[in-house]
């Protein structure tokens, strides 16, 4: 997949509570990059991915933990909603892409796709490929999300595929 796909914001998820060998396997294969850790991004992330940061650091791992400032999540939010975007909480594929937006001259987003059908295949798609859960629609406005990456893509500002990434694609 794409360094920017919604795939790889899982750490959190995956260190919880159960076992740490787990997760430095799984990061291990990044080798020394970056893994951004959403402490701040929601009260009940806070502590499990202190949890992820010290395996990290008790494994002396190659990987390079990054935190959100609580501010920047903060002004992005209002960014966002001054632009329409108006969901409680912003999704963590809108933050990763607003991220990308920022440092990258070229995005090009995979996997967002707000319905339950793949446009082409049309197998059964979940919302995340770790879980089956559907979409909070409490917190997340999917539609709305797609709708603003759709406007984006029209003006240039980044490039939406709804097919699968391949190697070379970008």
């Known amino acids: 997949g794409h360094p920017f796909s919604n795939k790889r914001w899982d750490t959190c998820a995956v260190v919880g509570n159960g076992r740490r060998r787990p997760l430095m396997e799984k990061l ?36 390079q ?35 990308a937006l920022e440092l990258c001259d070229n995005v090009h987003l995979y996997g967002f796709w707000p319905f339950s059908v793949h446009p082409y295949s049309l197998k059964n798609l979940t919302n995340h490929y770790y879980d089956d859960l559907k979409p909070n629609t409490n917190f997340h406005s999917m539609p709305v999300e797609f709708n603003i990456l759709l406007q984006l893509h029209k003006q240039g500002v980044l490039r939406l595929h709804l097919g699968e990434c391949k190697p070379n694609d970008y």
């Open 65 to 99: 933990p990054v935190f959100f400032n609580p501010e920047y999540l903060y002004k992005l939010s209002l960014f966002w909603r001054s632009h329409g975007l108006k969901e409680a909480r912003l999704s963590t594929g809108v933050i990763m892409t607003s991220l």
């Open 28 to 63: 291990s294969s990044y080798g020394n990059s970056m893994v951004l850790l959403p402490a701040f991004s929601f009260g009940m992330n806070t502590a499990v991915c202190m949890r992820a940061l010290y395996t990290i650091q008790d494994f002396q791992s190659a990987i």
